[in-house]
């Protein structure tokens, strides 16, 4: 599986891709931060999931959302929500988010996700 993770740390990149490179499945690991290269980069290179980790919840970044599932609509979209309120939540899944987790208490939770996206690869 080929993932982007868009996060502007890279401290929190490093701590991703520890939790991530041990899976079985991922052949790609690929950092960015959200820009018009990113949004350019999904609809050239198509990766299979899209972690997003920013910590804002603008309309700019339901936008990007959209964009990003509009580019390719099959891949997967997680995002990693410094907010995790209910009402930003619906919003996000409204604007295509496949997965939605707290950034900071549950980003180890993407192993499971990406188990449960390997399951539904497999079928």
Do not use: C, W
């Amino acid at each position: 599986m080929n993932v982007l993770i868009i996060e502007n740390s890279e401290i929190l990149n490093e701590r991703y891709t520890r939790l991530l490179s041990t899976l079985d499945g991922i052949e790609m690991l690929t950092h960015s931060s959200l820009s018009d290269k990113t949004i350019e980069f999904v609809k050239s290179q198509k990766p299979e999931v899209v972690v997003l980790a920013q910590d804002v919840d603008s309309n700019e970044f339901i936008r990007n959302i959209k964009l990003l599932k509009k580019q390719n609509p099959k891949t997967y979209i997680i995002i990693l929500s410094a907010k995790p309120f209910p009402q930003i939540n619906k919003k996000y899944k409204e604007s295509g988010a496949d997965f939605i987790l707290d950034k900071s208490t549950e980003f180890n939770k993407l192993p499971e996700v990406f188990q449960e996206l390997n399951v539904e690869k497999a079928n």
